[in-house]
DNA sequence: AACACGGGGAG
DNA sequence: CTCCCAGTGTT
């Protein structure tokens, strides 16, 4: 058989095949170029199920390109909380204030203005300009690569900025005149829905007549893709500290540094502490003085002085890179560092919450689920 | 080219 | 539990 031969019959035979199956996805009910914008920076690295109450959320709170160029930064960061990723938050209205002021609110439809937008890459440009206006333009992600690499046979790394390039290029290819949209739709669909990563799915599949791999008995091994490190442990303990007086029944939380990991979230002040001290566990509680002295002075620097109680809780979480096992300690505030009244001399990127006002700062996940334990032990007593 | 950057789902 | 998923920006 004949590559061209090849190429139109799986062409053809996907669009067919998504015309018929394609979900019913918030995003698809239009073809606003602004809330396809909102879903596919939302989708990068993340699942549809996942992201669907988030668009929900988003698009009623900012419905306008305006909306989301006027509003606080905070408000952006409270609405992605819990969908990681957040620098992608920042860049988004970033790219959308410019949108509002240099093009008037409208999404260019083009490679060269669209592609210079924060956020923006290869893959989201394509997916926006195909998607919203149809343009004859590649946007190729993880499930595209798969499918590719799947029906033709393509033993490229995957993870290798060139095969990026081999894969653009054939995914461009293949584009059926005036159905960018939807093709490149198909294509993502296919990946997501049948040729999945762990099973193919072969049986159910629109092109499995003319698939490579599948003739070749190689479906289960595609595609290659080396192998990524592993995220590197660390160790830290944390200060949940509680409020006496005015501040009774609230808890204390920080803000996180401008940039870096989880920039300008909320969190339980906390630090690293070396491996080679033990982590504290609720058998033997009397291992936690030589960890909590690192967080005690770190704290006493920013003139919060701490007197531990008990042990609280342990909580472990997964970056991609990184990995924290985490002892939270409860504690309370050591009388005269904070002068009369409490909390005076509070440095600026702390502040006192409980269960209701701390819905109004975002939180990673990880303190989130401390905040939510200990709030709920009190309800309990 | 290598690394930073979150969080969730499947088996 | 282990493994998998894989866009954009920075260096």
Known sequence: MDTTHKQQYFSNELLAWYLRHRRDLPWRRSRNPYYIWISEVML????????????HRFI?????????AEAPEEDVLKLWEGLGYYSRARNLQGAVREVHERYGGIVPDNKEEISSLRGVGPYTSGAILSIAYNKPEPAVDGNVMRVLSRYFLIEEDIMKPSTRGIMEKLAKALIPEGAAGDFNQALMELGAMVCKPRSPNCLTCPVMEHCSAREAGMEEQL????????????????????????????VLIRQRPQEGLLARMWELPHTEVPFTYMAASPSSPELIPESFKLLTDQLAEE????????????????????HWDMDVIACRLEPGIIPSPAGMLLPSHYQWVDSATMDNFAFPNVFLKILNAYFAACTEL
């Open 303 to 322: 003139t919060i002085g701490i007197i531990p109680e008990r042990w609280f809780m342990h909580a472990e979480h997964t970056f991609s890179h990184i």
């Open 223 to 250: 595609p290659i893709k080396k192998k990524a490190k592993p995220p590197r442990p660390e160790q830290r303990v944390a200060a949940l500290i509680t409020g006496s007086g005015d501040h009774q029944g609230k």
């Open 60 to 68: 009623e709170r900012f419905p306008t390109v305006e909306a989301l």
């Open 44 to 55: 990068q690295q993340t699942r549809v199920d996942t992201v669907i109450p988030y668009f």
